[in-house]
């Protein structure tokens, strides 16, 4: 049986003045799928969340949220949709409390007291119960991206584009973070960019290699990880 | 705070007020009840910016803009129809409307917060501008004459049965007082709504907010709004006080002072805007029965002394420092009690970056 696809760009550029960030990508996702994006540093894969969430708008191309054209979509019509985003910068309230900040994220969608089941819940799922009434802004950087990944959970979305999760974790912390996006895949499609190949290979089953703004290769990470171009894309990086 | 603790404030803050509303006509001068009706309205005023701005971090440099449209329409609708509740509301629907309608292009526009400040002030000048250019029989409303840089009259409030009696000074002081209790109560229950709480994560994080959902630009427009209606119905209590309206309610130096209460009393709270107003008001009083200091000097100071040492407002001060002793006190109090020390919590996580 042929899985539906639930995302998928045409042609999708995005320029900013002379800088060619995205060129003419041509992306797909299918249901259930876990895909990682990888590629050096500026190769254009955050520019390429920004045109998926409506933060950026595509200079030319499209993208197709289902079978809903989105391109130009501001970004809470997008997470309208049932799509959890987190950024590479983090981004939370951190004036506010963990579970305000989660709540803020379950009571998006679900009533009252199922938001409140949901941000108890949440909360627990991503171990921060013991400090679920300190402001997000004393936390320390693993457990402020915590925070936004259970923002992610507790809106219960179908498609997940998370932004290098794992980035200034330890490996135990990187450990954690691989279980949560494993549970999320369970009810969702995930894209993920991330720099640690461990994280990648441990996660994925088809890697998409970004370099220069358009797809260079993709691919299982073996096959990936063995073509002569990606090595010299990569080669003076220490991944 | 703990919702516990602030509860208990609110309760005694309600307390406070209805015994302050129904004993100040007994015990004090007329006057001076006249007096206290228009502190109330400018606390009033005080409220409606520290809702935009303290719950929204919209800063809007003109509230008084959304002031001085709820003054005129109630005094242009008070002497057309007689009847007063009617202008009330249509002061208020008025003020939301033109609040609504700046937030709209404001906020659909995307324009920075800087920009936000300049516009709204340059529109409360431009209302102060146009209507002193008002003076002569040509600018006329039905019956009421604008009346250029003197203004119009504000008729006084009456009874909403029976429009045939004008309400005393010392009713008006009640409804006045009443306003003010509601519209603060009123605001304690938005900005603990979801409506509130999601107000306050779009001022945090406007980013993080939409990629939750939430549009922001209609959060802030509703918000804006209703401070926008807030501010006009103190436009109606101020006029009902002094007796007219005139520009000047447009001025800068109303607009000015609206931000010093809420400087002064503490931004992101609600009641410390109140109680900037009420002081700097008594303030102002004070300095005109002297005549050693220029009164704008001393309130320019006392703005600059709070932003060097208090900048955060009185009262998120003094929160800081009650919850600080109480902290101290049981911190000693387990120290005492924790001879043995058990094992801290585990710290597995490494500082940020
Ligand atoms: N707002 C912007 N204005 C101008 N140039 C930009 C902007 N955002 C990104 N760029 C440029 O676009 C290119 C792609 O950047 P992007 O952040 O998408 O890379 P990335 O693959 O996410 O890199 P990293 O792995 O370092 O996060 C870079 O050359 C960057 O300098
Ligand atoms: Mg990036």
Not at chain 1, 54 to 60: A, I, M, R, V
Not at chain 2, 8 to 16: D, F
Not at chain 2, 21 to 48: D, E, K, R, Y
Not at chain 2, 258 to 272: F, S
């Amino acid at each position: 049986m042929r899985r539906e696809t639930v995302l998928q760009t045409h042609d999708l550029s995005m320029r900013f003045g002379g800088v060619v960030a995205n060129d003419r990508v041509n992306f797909a996702l299918k249901a259930g799928e876990l895909r990682c994006l990888i590629g050096p540093n500026g190769a254009g894969k955050s520019t390429f969340f920004k045109c998926l969430t409506g933060q950026l708008k595509p200079s030319e191309g499209r993208v197709l949220i289902r079978d809903l054209d989105t391109t130009g979509a501001e970004p809470h019509a997008v997470a309208g949709l049932g799509v959890g985003i987190k950024t590479q910068v983090p981004n939370v309230f951190d004036a506010l409390s963990v579970e305000e900040n989660i709540w803020l994220a379950a009571r998006r969608w679900l009533d009252a007291p199922r938001a409140k089941a949901a941000t108890a819940e949440t909360v627990e799922r991503v171990r921060l119960g013991d400090i679920r009434r300190r402001p997000v802004g004393t936390l320390a950087h693993g457990q402020r991206q915590w925070v936004e990944l259970g923002m992610v959970v507790a809106a219960r979305p179908w498609l997940v584009l998370l932004d290098e999760p794992a980035a200034g974790m330890t490996e135990e912390e990187t450990a954690f973070t691989a279980d949560i996006i494993r549970e999320i895949n369970r009810t969702a499609s995930l894209i993920i960019v991330e720099h640690d190949m461990a994280f990648v290979r441990a996660l994925a089953d088809i890697v998409t290699v970004f370099h220069r703004g358009a797809i260079l290769i993709e691919g299982s990470m073996d096959a990936v990880s063995a073509d002569p171009t990606v090595r010299e894309v990569y080669l003076g990086h220490k991944h | 705070m703990s919702r516990a603790a602030e509860d208990r404030w609110l309760i005694a803050l309600a307390v406070l007020g209805v015994v302050t509303m129904v004993g100040a006509p007994q015990v004090l001068q007329l006057f001076t009840i006249i007096n206290l009706t228009t502190a109330i309205g400018l606390a009033l005023l005080g409220l409606s910016l520290g809702l935009i701005w303290g719950y929204g971090g919209i800063l809007c440099f003109g509230q008084t803009a959304f002031f001085g449209a709820g003054a005129y329409t109630y005094a242009v609708a008070a002497q057309n129809w007689g009847d007063t509740t009617g202008a009330i509301v249509a002061a208020v629907l008025a003020a939301a409307a033109v609040a609504a309608a700046l937030g709209y292009f404001m906020f659909w526009g995307r324009i920075s917060d800087v920009y936000l400040g300049v516009t709204t002030l340059t529109v409360t000048l431009i209302f102060f501008n146009l209507l002193r250019r008002t003076s002569g029989p040509d600018y006329r409303i039905g019956r009421a004459l604008l009346g250029g840089f003197n203004g119009t009259a504000a008729p006084p409030l009456r009874l909403p049965w029976d429009d045939r009696v004008i309400l005393s000074p010392q009713a008006m002081f009640y409804v006045a007082s009443g306003v003010l209790l509601l519209a603060f109560f009123g605001c304690v229950a938005l900005v603990r709504s979801r409506f509130g709480r999601v107000c306050v994560a779009i001022r945090e994080n406007e980013t993080r907010a939409e990629l939750l959902g939430y549009d922001s630009r209609l959060y802030k427009l509703g918000l804006f709004s209703i401070g926008g209606g807030l501010a006009g119905l103190a436009g109606v209590l101020v006029a009902n006080g002094i007796g007219r309206v005139t520009p000047d309610l447009f001025n800068l130096s109303y607009a000015a002072q609206a931000i010093i209460w809420v400087i002064v009393g503490g931004r992101g709270t609600l009641i410390g805007p109140v109680l900037g107003a009420f002081g700097v008001f008594w303030l102002t009083s004070w300095l005109g029965t002297q005549s050693y200091f220029n009164s704008n000097m001393v309130l320019g100071l006392v703005l600059i002394l709070f932003v060097l040492l208090l900048p955060r407002g009185v009262v998120p001060a003094l929160v800081e420092l009650a919850t600080r002793r109480r902290r101290g006190a049981l911190g000693r109090a387990e120290r005492l009690r924790a001879r043995r020390p058990k094992a801290g919590p585990r710290r597995a996580l490494q500082p940020a970056e």
